[in-house]
């Protein structure tokens, strides 16, 4: 015990306890009273929150009104002091209990979530061991073909390796997508993971929206890159469009969607408009970091040599046969979003409520396992079509890949859709407008983020398999 050295420790933000006396017993190291504040008014019947002071309630006089951070401000949230004071040491290790136990249902999420993840689990597990099995056996196959009448009988992905690399239609659009997808996707886990140790603890209000925005901003650098070096491999040279629109594309949407539910705030006189100087730090957090990150990126990304593949394209384009109805573009797109959504339906119900119905999220660890399970999950998916697809000599798989993972963020919105009209109470045509305005938001962030984990994943795939056959 002498021997071991000293260690220091330290309390996660928003996480460091509070020590109180008892009245008339005050020492430096403790207060008396706890301070009470209020927050907005929300109501079941409609999305459009309003500040405490709105309303005929007691205010208080003379004290100084806490300032709120960015995720404060743009989930709405007016912290104002209030009149009313407690002299009763809430217990620290009993804190959240009185919110725990007035949110409904709560005990139904572990068993539910359990479930989802156990059948995901299951299903990923068959989907690899098909894979495995199916690819070692042509890998084999095609690999001890070294006769010409052998290599005359070659069929299936095999056939189609002059072509594979071909650049996809509409180029500039994929490479955008891509680039603004991996923006969203590292943005997403690193959130997830400061919030599963505890830094982004609902205790620390916003802290979760305020990490998500400036790690938006900060990573402009690899979406450049990104879509720099594919909009290369694709052979195109408009490089400067490429910038632009991956700077201002996916983002301009987002803020054009944002701005427009703003407005309607704003006539409204709900306290979640967003201030005019919150919307000019916004724009210059985009135009002033974000932007000039991204030019850097797709600097170094065209700087770059073209990513290198494993076999020739040929200049004439294969003739692609006629295709059964599974094998068709649409009708694997739209299945190969149902088993991604099905590892997260459970887990969205809640988000939902989180953000409609005023209730606490804090499950950020089955959250995060749950965001990995949607990545692998969306990745098999999309590679087992994509074989699929390969067997059946279309080539045509850079787009499809993205869209039959992202395909998942349609199953999104039509949840959405079903959760407005069987959990809601809203009414009124503004409620109405922002809500599904908003959700649109989600559903391009979604679209874009399960999109580019679909196309990596098959473009990884398909680099690997034309890397390990013998092609003549």
């Known amino acids: 015990a002498a021997a071991a050295p000293p260690a220091a420790a330290f309390y ?16 430096p190291e403790c207060q008396s009273g706890i ?50 004071r407690e002299e009763k040491n809430i217990r620290w290790a009993s804190r959240w209990d009185y919110i725990l136990e007035s949110m409904p249902h709560t005990h139904i999420q572990w068993f539910s979530i359990m479930n989802s993840l156990v059948i995901v689990l299951f299903l990923s597990g068959m989907v690899a061991m098909i894979m495995l099995r199916t690819l070692h056996k042509d890998i084999a196959r095609y690999n001890q073909m070294d006769s010409t009448e052998d290599a005359q009988e070659e069929f299936g992905w095999k056939l189609v390796h002059g072509d594979i690399f071909r650049p996809p239609r509409k180029g500039m659009l994929l490479s955008v997508f891509l680039g603004s997808g991996t923006q969203i996707l590292i943005m997403t886990f690193v959130t997830l993971f400061f919030a599963c140790l505890g830094f982004l603890s609902p205790a620390n209000r916003g802290a979760l929206m305020t990490c998500a925005v400036v790690l938006w901003v900060l990573l402009g650098t690899p979406a450049g890159y990104v879509a ?5 491999s694709f052979g195109g040279e408009k490089w400067k469009t490429n910038v632009l629109l ?4 996916c983002p301009g949407i987002v803020f054009a969607d944002f701005f427009i539910m703003n407005l309607i705030l704003w006539g409204e006189g709900s306290s979640a408009a967003i201030p005019f100087g919150t919307l000019v730090a916004i724009l210059a957090l985009w135009f002033c970091i974000s932007v000039p990150l ?58 939902l409520n989180s953000i409609w119905s005023h209730q606490m999220y804090y499950m950020f660890g089955f959250l995060f396992l749950v965001f990995i399970i949607l990545v692998i999950t969306c990745s098999e998916a999309t590679i087992l079509l994509c074989y699929f697809h390969l067997c059946a000599e279309d080539y045509h798989w850079q787009w499809r890949s993205f869209l039959t993972s992202g395909f998942t963020a349609v199953y999104f919105l039509i949840y959405a859709i079903h959760y407005f009209f ?21 559903v ?13 994943a098959c473009f990884w795939f398909v680099t690997k398999i034309y890397s390990v056959v013998k092609v003549d």
């Open 246 to 249: 991956t700077s201002f594309l």
């Open 444 to 456: 391009l962030i979604f679209f874009l983020f399960t999109g580019t984990i679909g196309f990596f």
């Open 12 to 27: 996660l933000p928003g996480l460091a306890p509070v020590n109180f006396c008892d009245p008339g017993k005050e020492k």
């Open 294 to 351: 991204t030019f850097i990126g797709a600097y170094f990304g065209f700087k770059k040599n073209a990513i290198e593949h494993p076999v020739r394209t040929n200049q004439i384009p294969r003739q692609i046969p006629e295709q059964s109805f599974y094998t068709k573009p649409l009708p694997g797109i739209i299945m190969g979003g149902i088993l991604p959504f099905g590892c997260i339906f459970i887990q969205l119900f809640f988000i």
């Open 35 to 84: 301070e009470l504040f209020v927050n907005r008014l929300d109501s079941v019947e409609s999305v459009l929150p309003y500040e405490y002071t709105a309303f005929d309630f007691c205010q208080a006089e003379g004290k100084k009104r806490p300032s709120e951070n960015l995720g404060q401000v743009l989930f709405g949230e007016r912290i104002e002091p209030s009149p009313y």
């Open 422 to 442: 069987s959990k809601l109470q809203i009414t009124g045509t503004a409620s109405t407008i922002l809500y599904f305005g908003y959700t649109m938001i989600m």
């Open 228 to 232: 720099a070096r594919f909009y290369k």
